[in-house]
T-cell receptor
Framework: AQTVTQSQPEMSVQEAETVTLSCTYD???????LFWYKQPPSRQMILVIR??????QNATENRFSVNFQKAAKSFSLKISDSQLGDAAMYFC??????????????FGTGTRLQVTL | GAVVSQHPSWVICKSGTSVKIECRSL??????MFWYRQFPKQSLMLMAT?????????EQGVEKDKFLINHASLTLSTLTVTSAHPEDSSFYIC???????????FGSGTRLTVV
């Protein structure tokens, strides 16, 4: 079974600084997708960024970027120029390739990010 | 963008009663619905996956007779917690996938408290 590990229960960053959240995963599949989701206090899940395993180029979305190391099964999220609104729980998630019901997401345990002034 | 409306956002019920949670896809057809449970300060745990018109597939350890899932149409899926007990108190979230894109759209969640 696939597992997703987030080893940092909590992280803190000062406003305007950069922070990196770690995620590792275990899979024997070659075709899969990785995601970072944000869950603010409202508890609405928000997609931050996604990465297809077959793509070597790291995904970026404005201030958010990933460092995808396929051989190491590592998928870290870098948040640049941190803002107060970035404070939330961040979940790393894994999904096998597009194969029907196998398309379910497996979530990591989450990292709570605090942003300080 | 795609929206999933989840209701109610919170509910308090007495032990032994049943509670129904609805998730509606407002502007797309949800062929697959995922139901999650989230305990405080913990991750989302998948309970079951349902495809429109088919029986739900439950994860190991989830009682299908207790957590009844219905996905009778492409825009509506329901989760009914039957004979609720205090240990069923939790945050329940649905997530839908449609025919067109590759993404997941999450509902806003339901906080269930059983007293």
């Amino acid at each position: 079974a696939q597992t997703v590990t987030q080893s940092q229960p909590e992280m803190s960053v000062q406003e305007a600084e950069t922070v990196t959240l770690s995620c590792t995963y275990d899979t024997s599949e070659s075709d899969y997708y990785l995601f970072w989701y944000k869950q603010p206090p409202s508890r609405q899940m928000i997609l931050v960024i996604r990465q297809e395993a077959y793509k070597q180029q790291n995904a970026t979305e404005n201030r958010f970027s990933v460092n995808f190391q396929k051989a190491a099964k590592s998928f870290s999220l870098k948040i640049s120029d941190s803002q107060l609104g970035d404070a939330a729980m961040y979940f790393c998630a894994y999904r096998r390739g597009n194969t029907g019901t196998a398309s379910k997401l497996t979530f990591g345990t989450g990292t709570r990010l605090q942003v300080t002034l | 963008g795609a929206v999933v409306s989840q209701h109610p956002s919170w509910v308090i019920c007495k032990s032994g009663t049943s509670v129904k949670i609805e998730c509606r896809s407002l502007d797309f057809q949800a062929t697959t619905m995922f139901w999650y449970r989230q305990f405080p300060k913990q991750s989302l745990m998948l309970m079951a996956t349902s495809n429109e018109g088919s029986k739900a597939t439950y994860e190991q350890g989830v009682e299908k007779d207790k957590f009844l899932i219905n996905h009778a149409s492409l825009t509506l899926s329901t989760l009914t917690v039957t004979s609720a007990h205090p240990e069923d108190s939790s945050f329940y979230i649905c997530s839908a996938r449609g025919t067109g894109g590759d993404g997941y759209t999450f509902g806003s969640g339901t906080r269930l408290t059983v007293v």
